[in-house]
């Protein structure tokens, strides 16, 4: 059973830092691309950040600057960590695996992050 398990979400006031992590088990972590998207409430899941499995990344504009995406193999775990937030990040933020052979994905069930003063 493949199961990846976000966490480290919550409220934080403008300008703050959050640190998301996804535990991943059920997949062989080092062959999978991972991302982190999210969905703010009435748009669309968008993608915020993406490492592959060389540990190349890339992120969506609006968090350039202010997000990094890391892993650790050793741990199967993907992070995210959020500085200089603002009420714009507000979304649920869901971690996203990627078989780079197959193409098969699975996502996780989302973290909630709040950004309010």
């Known amino acids: 059973q493949v199961l990846l398990v976000e966490s480290g979400g919550g409220l934080v006031q403008p300008g703050g830092s959050l640190r998301l992590s996804c535990v991943t088990s059920?997949?062989?972590?080092?062959?999978?691309?991972m991302g982190w998207y999210r969905q703010a409430p009435g748009k669309e899941r968008e993608l915020v950040a993406r490492?592959?499995?060389?540990?190349?990344?890339n992120y969506a504009g609006s968090v350039k600057g202010r997000f990094t995406i890391s892993r650790d193999n050793a741990k199967n775990t993907v992070y995210l960590q959020m500085d200089s937030l603002t009420p714009d990040d507000t979304a649920v933020y869901y971690c996203?695996?990627?078989?780079?052979?197959?193409?098969?994905?699975?996502w996780g069930k989302g973290t909630l992050v709040t950004i309010s003063s």
């Open positions: 059920g997949i062989v972590f080092s062959l999978n691309h």
């Open positions: 996203n695996a990627n078989q780079f052979l197959t193409a098969m994905e699975y």
């Open positions: 490492i592959s499995r060389t540990g190349t990344t």
